[in-house]
């Protein structure tokens, strides 16, 4: 594991645009994973930037994200489809039909699962994963449980995760409940793992994932057997 400490988020997300950015230029064909939340959005205006000044090209990038809420259309303004397209995709050259998330409106739930992990199998796997970190451990919305779960799932959210997520919706009741994710295989499996993760309360669970014991109860703990983890974060821990 390598840890990168960094003065503040504006750094943090200088340092991973430029490891994402350098990941593009090595291979203009990667398969980039990706994350949506409040970490990763500086990162994203940043590779923007390096778009538009020409540095990086998406146009043969793949990107694949971690996860969906069930039960949103990718019109409404909080489903995670809709939070890539603002953010990212709609602001750089990526062919879309080359970007990848969990079909949060999807009949069949199983069905969906199964074609999301044949996706990151048909792709080759993901090079670069990019994850922030829930308050309560999770990666992706692999939430805090009893065992990991390795493939693309529906998961019921957490309370704290519900707590947290509450801040973008009018009401903490429009939350959904329930979301398509990742599993813990194709994130143990991307050949390269970024965490960026700040902000005081933060803090305890980044240490206790990097440093504590290796448990599903912490599922971003299982991390630590990652070969190629790079975690950038300005919090002293
Ligand atoms: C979102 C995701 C989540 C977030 C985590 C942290 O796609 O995968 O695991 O990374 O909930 O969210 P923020 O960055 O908003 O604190």
Do not use: W
């Not at 840890?3 to 997300?13: A, C, H, L, R």
């Not at 020409?54 to 069930?70: A, C, K, Q, R, W």
């Not at 959904?176 to 994130?187: V, W, Y």
């Not at 960026?196 to 803090?203: H, L, M, P, R, T």
Request: hydrophobic share 40%; net charge negative; aromatic share 6%.
């Amino acid at each position: 594991m390598r840890i990168i400490n960094v003065k503040d988020y504006e750094e943090m997300s200088r340092k991973a645009a430029d490891l994402i950015a350098a990941q593009i230029i090595l291979n203009p064909k990667s398969v980039l994973g990706l994350a949506t939340g409040s970490s990763p959005i500086g990162t994203y205006e940043r590779l923007v930037e390096l778009n538009r000044n020409g540095v990086i090209d998406f146009s043969h990038v793949t990107t694949i994200n971690l996860d969906e809420y069930y039960g949103l259309d990718p019109t409404h303004d909080q489903s995670y489809r809709y939070f890539m397209n603002k953010h990212l995709f709609s602001r750089v050259n990526i062919n879309m039909a080359n970007t990848h998330l969990p079909d949060g409106k999807a009949k069949d739930i199983d069905a969906e699962c199964r074609r999301y992990d044949d996706l990151i199998e048909s792709v080759g796997g993901i090079d670069l994963q990019l994850l922030g970190i829930g308050h309560n451990g999770h990666i992706g919305f692999n939430e805090p449980s009893d065992e990991f779960i390795p493939g693309t799932h529906c998961v019921s959210l957490s309370e704290s995760t519900i707590n947290a997520n509450s801040r973008f919706f009018k009401s903490r009741d429009e939350v959904p409940r329930k979301a398509i994710t990742m599993g813990i295989k194709a994130i143990m499996q991307a050949r390269k793992v970024l965490l960026i993760a700040s902000g005081e309360d933060k803090k305890e669970i980044l240490k206790k994932a990097l440093f504590g014991p290796i448990t599903p109860q912490v599922p971003a703990s299982i991390l630590q057997l990652h070969k190629d983890l790079t975690v950038i974060t300005p919090l002293d821990i």
